[in-house]
């Protein structure tokens, strides 16, 4: 079963300051298959990106992804207020359908 | 444009059984999976099972195997998640979620399932 670890486990960042995330597989995996999600407190996730790079509707593109291999990342290019959330990646798997990493909390420094 | 709306908050004794519902709209429902996500308090996302609507096909995560079913209803386009034998640390909110092209694009708005003596 593949694992997803992410980095840091929480990332003080001032408005406008760039957000660097980082999930590292723990085996290699296709880029088409991870995926970022956003979450508020109490709210459903929601998709920012998948295939690794490919932003979902309706997002801002100061939000981007990259990667391969086992190391992908979320940039955020500029916080805005409204970025302030928990970011976890996915994973398409086969022995497991879903795998999800634990979460990075972007909050106000 | 796409909705999933799910049931209520529920309270059930440790034992028992709980069903949630997802009702599907704004697309043609048996055309996607549904998966079930839940999120333990203060916990990440945690994956349980998904069903084709289209032919009832599943799949289960290996820790819910034996006591979680999936089932839809194609023709109120609703789908259904029930967990028995409840404990208390399946108190969670339970999310169900649209699959397309490798990811969850859409999701409920989350069920929150509490479990207490």
């Known amino acids: 079963e593949i694992v997803l670890t992410q980095s840091p486990g929480t990332l003080s960042l001032s408005p406008g300051e760039r957000a660097t995330l980082s999930c590292r597989a723990s085996q290699s995996v296709s880029t088409t298959y991870l995926a970022w999600y956003q979450q508020k407190p109490g709210q459903a996730p929601r998709l920012l990106i998948s295939?690794?790079?490919s932003r979902a509707t309706g997002i801002p593109d100061r939000f981007s992804g990259s990667g391969s291999g086992t190391d992908f990342t979320l940039t955020i290019s500029r916080v805005e207020p409204e970025d302030f959330a928990v970011y976890c990646c996915?994973?398409?798997?086969?022995?497991?359908?879903?795998?999800f990493g634990q979460g990075t909390k972007v909050e106000i420094k | 444009q796409v909705h999933l709306v799910q049931s209520g908050s529920e309270v059930k004794k440790p034992g028992a059984s709980v069903k949630v519902s997802c009702k599907a709209s704004?697309?043609?429902?048996?055309?996607?999976?549904v998966n079930w996500v839940r999120q333990a308090p203060g916990q990440g996302p945690e994956w349980m099972g998904w069903i084709s609507p289209f032919n009832g096909n599943t799949d289960y995560a290996q820790k819910f195997q034996g006591r979680v079913t999936l089932t839809t209803e194609t023709s109120t386009s609703t789908a259904y998640m029930e967990l028995r034998s409840l404990r208390s640390d399946d108190t969670a909110l339970y999310f169900c979620a649209r699959e397309r092209a490798y990811s969850l694009d859409h999701w409920g708005q989350g069920s929150l399932v509490a479990v207490s003596s």
């Open positions: 996915q994973l398409f798997g086969t022995s497991t359908r879903w795998t």
């Open positions: 295939g690794t790079s």
């Open positions: 704004g697309y043609t429902f048996t055309n996607y999976g």
